[in-house]
């Protein structure tokens, strides 16, 4: 089957896919989307699609799959975004912003607390800070992985001890 044929097959069933869709959904314009989508992964991985199997059983659990990472999706916005009319003093504080005053105060502390680290510790959790991998740290200070690793966590308790104000 050539990958024209099969495109073909595909969109002779997207009207019934729109039935199956809406029962998911119940909103037309989100299950066109579904359709749509739906639609696009068939043909994307038409290559993982096996001659003789049923097509339109296939295209049904696609759109199933679909639908069910997208309502994951969805859900797991949904708990970060807080839409209470109401916002509680918590979330009040997390959501407001701070002044660069704030910000200049904290970056002080922050260089600070880095400034009374030794050579021995402050070198590895920059690096670390800065995206390296511990591997990397390891060969780059020539000294064993296990090693780097204790360092790292003596500088974060140590950092921790010093920045306990902003907890």
Request: charge should be positive; glycine fraction near 4%; hydrophobic fraction near 35%.
């Amino acid at each position: 089957m050539t990958k024209f044929e099969f495109n073909s097959m595909v969109i002779q069933q997207a009207s019934s896919l729109k039935l199956y869709a809406k029962n998911f959904t119940r909103d037309q314009d989100d299950a066109n989307d579904l359709v749509q989508d739906t639609l696009l992964k068939a043909v994307t991985y038409f290559g993982n699609f096996k001659e003789g199997t049923n097509l339109k059983g296939w295209l049904y659990t696609i759109m199933k799959n679909t639908f069910i990472n997208n309502y994951r999706r969805i859900v797991k916005t949904n708990s970060f975004i807080t839409k209470e009319e109401e916002i509680t003093s918590a979330n009040l504080f997390v959501s407001a912003t701070h002044n660069d005053g704030e910000n200049k105060f904290i970056m002080e502390d922050i260089n600070k607390a880095l400034t009374n680290l030794s050579d021995e510790y402050y070198i590895p959790f920059s690096m670390y800070f800065e995206g390296y991998k511990y591997h990397e740290i390891s060969d780059h200070l020539n000294i064993p992985i296990g090693t780097v690793k204790t360092r790292i966590h003596v500088a974060r308790k140590a950092m921790k001890k010093t920045l306990t104000a902003y907890k």
